[in-house]
């Protein structure tokens, strides 16, 4: 049975031995024993931050109708630090009770995938999905689905596991085109953030014909009203997720940063900062939607406003879910190493979330937050078969 929503089940706060630095585990909620969520590493990264996290990852794998609960793992210190992997390590090591039994976690902020991986192996737990794996009937035939799935290429010359989040972003897009009858073509996207998640997004928006008329990194937003040459940007992009602006064709608009949430664009994509709608800002919108690329993307009380507004918000906790969900249809045998299987169950999952959600706000003006809520609470109050977890093939 799932703890109450609102209330976490576990807040750990662990000190390194080395270097004092503070970390955070927060266990949200447990399905069937088992939970999931990222482990980042910023500076100033709180308890607190850790705590909204876990609530929000609870909520994604409620939304989804995953058999698993929601948590985050955060450590306060400098990724860029050379002590960085040390203090990873050794977090690590003083989890091991939770990460051999109950946490499966994966990258986030300042903790990429293929380090994380690395640490797990000098710890003798081969992958970060290891409490998961561990459970199945053949573990090391799940680790080899894992591995294929997460290493599978994709065009654009980068891996499945890599862009299936910003796929999921930009399915949550084409449900709001499908939602309200709009022509791909027609409809133009302005995307804040062109790193994983952001830049994912784009490619595949791109790709389905949409109009990618604005994206913004930490150096500005670029906007051409005629649409971005997206790929173009992209391989332009450093290892930071900035833009070489030398590549950039002189007809392109150079504008300040916060000007991409202002765009003449049909739908706008918060994809890098929490909180990056305000009341201060939110009046500056004339999209006619909001996805949430980013986690908490928009404050309460901007999306009281925007709703007001007549502006829907579809809530990270749907809009950016499609990492989580498919690491575990990954895990359960649902999808394998084929792009082409992981992108059709992923596009009608996430399109199917986002029609019902817009259904209620088209009938009946309910913010979509609210739908979703719902019958996310609905999930978190079901008690949970622990067959749902235990035949992981």
């Known amino acids: 049975?799932?703890?109450?929503?609102?209330?976490?089940?576990?807040?750990?706060?662990?000190?390194?031995?080395?270097?004092?630095?503070?970390?955070?585990?927060?266990?949200?909620?447990?399905?069937?024993?088992?939970?999931?969520?990222?482990?980042?590493?910023?500076?100033?990264?709180?308890?607190?931050?850790?705590?909204?996290?876990?609530?929000?990852?609870?909520?994604?794998?409620?939304?989804?109708?995953?058999?698993?609960?929601?948590?985050?793992?955060?450590?306060?210190?400098?990724?860029?630090?050379?002590?960085?992997?040390?203090?990873?390590?050794?977090?690590?090591?003083?989890?091991?009770?939770?990460?051999?039994?109950?946490?499966?976690?994966?990258?986030?902020?300042?903790?990429?995938?293929?380090?994380?991986?690395?640490?797990?192996?000098?710890?003798?737990?081969?992958?970060?999905?290891?409490?998961?794996?561990?459970?199945?009937?053949?573990?090391?035939?799940?680790?080899?689905?894992?591995?294929?799935?997460?290493?599978?290429?994709?065009?654009?010359?980068?891996?499945?596991?890599?862009?299936?989040?910003?796929?999921?972003?930009?399915?949550?897009?084409?449900?709001?085109?499908?939602?309200?009858?709009w022509a791909p073509t027609d409809t133009t996207v302005a995307i804040q953030g062109i790193g994983t998640m952001g830049g994912g997004a784009a490619w595949y928006l791109h790709e389905s014909g949409l109009r990618i008329v604005a994206v913004a990194d930490a150096a500005g937003t670029l906007a051409d009203p005629n649409g971005l040459d997206i790929p173009a940007l992209l391989q332009a992009r450093d290892r930071y997720g900035e833009i070489d602006r030398t590549q950039v064709p002189d007809h392109v608009e150079r504008l300040p940063r916060s000007a991409v949430l202002a765009a003449d664009a049909d739908i706008v994509v918060p994809a890098a900062v929490s909180y990056a709608l305000t009341p201060d800002n939110s009046y500056d919108v004339t999209a006619s939607a909001i996805v949430e690329a980013a986690n908490a993307a928009t404050t309460p009380e901007a999306e009281a406003m925007l709703t007001a507004r007549g502006i829907p918000v579809i809530p990270d906790f749907v809009a950016n879910a499609g990492a989580v969900a498919w690491v575990w249809w990954l895990l359960q045998g649902q999808v394998g190493a084929n792009p082409a299987d992981s992108f059709l169950k992923l596009r009608t999952e996430m399109q199917a979330k986002v029609a019902l959600l817009l259904s209620s706000w088209n009938d009946d003006r309910i913010a979509p937050r609210q739908t979703a809520e719902q019958f996310v609470a609905a999930r978190e109050l079901a008690p949970t078969s622990l067959e749902q977890v235990l035949t992981i093939p």
């Open 1 to 181: 049975m799932n703890q109450h929503v609102n209330e976490p089940l576990l807040r750990l706060t662990w000190t390194d031995k080395v270097t004092g630095a503070h970390g955070h585990l927060v266990v949200h909620t447990l399905v069937s024993g088992m939970t999931t969520g990222g482990t980042r590493m910023r500076p100033g990264c709180t308890l607190s931050e850790a705590e909204d996290l876990a609530r929000g990852m609870a909520a994604k794998t409620a939304a989804f109708d995953l058999p698993v609960g929601g948590a985050k793992g955060g450590i306060d210190f400098d990724p860029k630090d050379p002590r960085a992997r040390g203090v990873l390590e050794r977090f690590y090591h003083d989890m091991r009770p939770w990460l051999d039994a109950h946490w499966v976690t994966a990258e986030d902020l300042g903790v990429p995938q293929h380090l994380l991986d690395d640490v797990f192996a000098s710890l003798n737990l081969r992958q970060s999905y290891h409490a998961a794996i561990r459970r199945s009937t053949d573990p090391e035939r799940t680790l080899r689905r894992v591995q294929a799935g997460l290493s599978a290429p994709v065009p654009g010359g980068l891996l499945l596991g890599d862009v299936i989040g910003g796929y999921g972003v930009a399915q949550a897009c084409l449900g709001v085109v499908s939602a309200w009858d």
